[in-house]
Nanobody, 121 residues
Framework: DVQLVESGGGSVQGGGSLRLFCAAS????????MAWFRQAPGKQREPVAV???????SYADSVKGRFTISADNLKNHLYLEMNALNPDDTAMYIC????????????????WGQGTQVTVS
């Protein structure tokens, strides 16, 4: 069974940095596209960054230049390096995998983690 488990969230001051981790297990059949989403209180869930099976990345305009998504396919690990954080980045950050249809930020994903909380004061 596929499981996605996030870690690395926490509380930081504005301008600070965090690095999020997602450990995936139970994959079969090769490499999956993976992504980070976030959902803030009172707001809809939105895609933050996506990395496809070829290593190509896509970023939401709000995080472009500040966040970097990367993957270690041998270990099935996903990362999100977040810099220059501001209070608008406060959200639950959720790992997703397996793009069922669409491309880039428009991918519809089949597997989801529980999320890790990021709070920026």
């Amino acid at each position: 069974d596929v499981q996605l488990v996030e870690s690395g969230g926490g509380s930081v001051q504005g301008g600070g940095s965090l690095r999020l981790f997602c450990a995936a297990s139970g994959f079969t059949g090769g490499t999956y596209s993976m992504a980070w989403f976030r959902q803030a209180p009172g707001k809809q869930r939105e895609p933050v960054a996506v990395i496809d099976t070829s290593g190509r990345t896509s970023y939401a305009d709000s995080v472009k230049g500040r966040f970097t998504i990367s993957a270690d396919n041998l270990k099935n690990h996903l990362y999100l390096e977040m810099n220059a954080l501001n209070p608008d980045d406060t959200a639950m950050y959720i790992c997703a995998a397996h793009c069922l249809r669409g491309r880039g930020l428009a991918c519809v994903f089949g597997y989801w983690g529980q999320g890790t909380q990021v709070t920026v004061s």
